[in-house]
């Protein structure tokens, strides 16, 4: 869905410049691409679509969350918190919001808060993003609960980072065949995929970087 949405965006944004929203959800679907090239340009236009959503409009909860999302993603990351606090403030409702804040959470090595975050939004929302089984998955990955994030992860969808979670998380277990069988389907969706490469995930805490690195050296995953 990332690359259908992202041309969309750009066009609605041609067709109504002043529409805040458009340029915080541009700013989202960039931050989606970056996932897949690791290209620091990307970042920077997104960085770009969030600050013209927030000068648009200061008083969205959206445009907030987006130049959090971004921050995050730039590892200022108590700017980022700046933001999400305030996106909290403006829709404490909206699961999309609690989902990136939870993320951000997992990225500072405070996955227990970010658990409780994401459980309180499931009350209100038990069918939130598809998105948001990863950073669920996260969390309890990050708290040792490996069997319960296979199950998260598990419904998270189908992109190269999902399988190379799974393949962390079966490692830690010692379950090596469904590891490495997940290594392959990682490799699979994304040829060049390397531990290297995945030690680029925005963490502050070095800990919890750690703790997914040798998931991923245990599993088999290329150097």
């Known amino acids: 869905e990332l690359d259908k949405s992202e041309p969309l965006l750009v066009r609605c944004v041609e067709l109504d410049p002043t529409f805040a929203q458009g340029h915080a959800f541009l700013a989202q679907a960039l931050v989606g691409r970056f996932w897949y090239d690791n290209d620091s340009r990307t970042l920077q236009m997104a960085w770009g679509s969030a600050r013209t959503a927030l000068t648009l409009d200061r008083s969205d909860g959206v445009c907030h969350q987006s130049m959090g999302l971004v921050l995050t993603h730039m590892r200022q990351h108590s700017d980022a918190g700046v933001h999400f606090e305030q996106a909290r403030?403006?829709?404490?409702?909206?699961?999309?919001?609690?989902?990136?804040?939870?993320?951000?959470?997992?990225?500072?090595?405070?996955?227990?808060?970010?658990?409780?975050?994401?459980?309180?939004?499931?009350?209100?929302?038990?069918?939130?993003?598809?998105?948001?089984?990863?950073?669920?998955?996260?969390?309890?990955?990050?708290?040792?609960?490996?069997?319960?994030?296979?199950?998260?992860?598990?419904?998270?969808?189908?992109?190269?980072?999902?399988?190379?979670?799974?393949?962390?998380?079966?490692?830690?277990?010692?379950?090596?065949?469904?590891?490495?069988?997940?290594?392959?389907?990682?490799?699979?969706r994304k040829y060049d995929l390397t531990v290297r490469l995945m030690s680029g995930l925005p963490f502050a805490d070095q800990v919890a970087l750690e703790l997914f690195m040798s998931g991923f050296r245990k599993a088999g995953l290329p150097g």
């Not at 975050?117 to 990955?141: C, H, M, N, Q, Y």
């Open 89 to 188: 403030s403006l829709n404490p409702l909206d699961v999309n919001i609690a989902g990136d804040y939870a993320s951000w959470l997992n990225y500072g090595g405070r996955a227990e808060t970010a658990l409780n975050v994401l459980e309180t939004a499931l009350l209100r929302d038990p069918l939130p993003p598809i998105w948001f089984w990863e950073v669920k998955g996260s969390s309890l990955f990050l708290l040792g609960r490996y069997s319960e994030a296979v199950g998260s992860y598990q419904k998270a969808g189908d992109q190269f980072f999902i399988h190379a979670f799974l393949a962390a998380s079966y490692a830690h277990l010692g379950e090596m065949e469904k590891a490495r069988a997940e290594v392959e389907s990682a490799l699979t």
